[in-house]
């Protein structure tokens, strides 16, 4: 599934803010950064032959002014949550989305993390 992130990127509203696929640039840089982690181990789907693998999507947006930020995890959330396509079977949100803060740069810093389930093939 290492295209998965890709097609988030691809389903995702027009973000004026650079999207990066992996962890977000060290750097100072505003942006929206998409990550995806294991999660559970693959499991039968309904007693059906198909498998499903469920990984985590973790999505950090970093940007200068926080109602921005807001708005942008704002859409992202309306745009993924409960999402289902051909791609994924489901998209949920974890939670809700966390401000972290403002780290040594100034910048506001927020996460949101999604539980997705795709079916293997």
Do not use: W
């Not at 745009?79 to 972290?100: N, Q």
């Not at 927020?110 to 389930?117: A, G, K, M, V």
């Amino acid at each position: 599934m290492s295209t998965l992130c890709e097609h988030i990127v691809n389903v995702l509203p027009e973000l004026t803010k650079p999207v990066f696929v992996g962890d977000m640039p060290s750097v100072s840089t505003e942006g929206v950064a998409i990550s995806q982690y294991d999660g559970n181990a693959n499991t039968e789907y309904l007693g059906m032959s198909t498998t499903v693998f469920a990984p985590i999507i973790k999505v950090y947006v970093r940007t200068i002014d926080y109602r921005e930020g807001d708005s942008i995890v704002q859409q992202i959330k309306g745009t993924l949550h409960r999402r289902v396509d051909d791609v994924m079977m489901s998209c949920l949100l974890v939670g809700s989305p966390m401000y972290l803060g403002r780290g040594p740069e100034k910048l506001h810093e927020f996460q949101l993390t999604f539980n997705i389930s795709v079916e293997e093939g």
